[in-house]
């Protein structure tokens, strides 16, 4: 059974730092695409960042890009996104989720893309 398990969220001040994971296990995670999303009360879900299977190459939206860095480590078969100088707009639930088919551009940042999910967790920012 392929499980993704997001953790890390928490209720920080605008302007501080929070540290996402991803674990996966149930899958060859070397060869998984990871994705992370938000959906910020109201709002649709969307595409936060993205990270590639072939050589770990990171993909941001614009609204995260430069405060956001998303790293794998496929030994221990995590993903991590580092959130650093925080926004009120940031406060979302954050989910991961894992594809093995290795999208292209606007791909990477759309829900139907991947295959499976983590349940994800809270990022509260105050101002």
């Known amino acids: 059974e392929v499980q993704l398990q997001a953790s890390g969220g928490g209720m920080v001040q605008a302007g501080g730092s929070l540290r996402l994971s991803c674990a996966a296990s149930?899958?060859?995670?070397?060869?998984?695409?990871i994705g992370w999303f938000r959906r910020a009360p109201g709002k649709a879900r969307e595409g936060v960042s993205y990270v590639n299977s072939n050589d770990g190459s990171p993909y941001y939206a614009q609204s995260v890009k430069g405060r956001f860095t998303i790293f794998r480590d496929n030994a221990e078969k995590t993903v991590t996104l580092q959130l650093n100088d925080l926004k009120p707009e940031d406060t979302a639930v954050y989910y991961c989720?894992?594809?093995?088919?290795?999208?292209?551009?606007?791909?990477?940042?759309?829900?139907?893309?991947?295959?499976?999910w983590g349940q994800g967790t809270q990022v509260t920012v105050s101002s």
């Open positions: 989720a894992a594809d093995r088919r290795n999208w292209m551009g606007i791909e990477r940042f759309i829900m139907a893309s991947y295959t499976y």
């Open positions: 149930g899958l060859s995670f070397d060869d998984y695409d």
